[in-house]
């Protein structure tokens, strides 16, 4: 099993920064990628970005590509999400998660979630 846990979620401004970080553990964890995903009120979970176990095969979607990145520390077992020039259309539910073959394949664990909100 894997199991992950997200911090640094809260109440930030338009305009402003966040980075969320997710400590990951678990045997399941072996050739996965660490995958960041939110899911705003009344919508889809929808993927950001996935980064793999060696930090060689990084992923972006487009619509957060040039605000995120997403990053790694090994040795800590830890991915962050950093989200810069934050709008009120960021504000959602953020999950980090497991992904297999190392970002290129399907779920294999979630965190709890951890809230984001963009307003003034």
């Known amino acids: 099993q894997v199991q992950l846990v997200e911090s640094g979620g809260g109440l930030v401004q338009p305009g402003g920064s966040l980075r969320l970080s997710c400590v990951a553990s678990?045997?399941?964890?072996?050739?996965?990628?660490i995958g960041w995903f939110r899911q705003a009120p009344g919508e889809e979970r929808v993927g950001l970005a996935c980064?793999?176990?060696?930090?060689?095969?990084?992923k972006i979607k487009d619509y957060v590509k040039g605000r995120f990145t997403i990053s790694g520390d090994s040795a800590k077992n830890t991915a962050y999400l950093q989200m810069n020039s934050l709008k009120p259309e960021d504000t959602a539910v953020y999950y980090c998660?497991?992904?297999?073959?190392?970002?290129?394949?399907?779920?294999?664990?979630w965190g709890q979630g951890i809230q984001v909100t963009v307003s003034s």
């Open positions: 678990g045997t399941t964890l072996d050739h996965s990628g």
């Open positions: 980064l793999s176990s060696s930090g060689s095969n990084i």
């Open positions: 998660a497991a992904v297999a073959n190392e970002c290129e394949g399907f779920v294999v664990g």
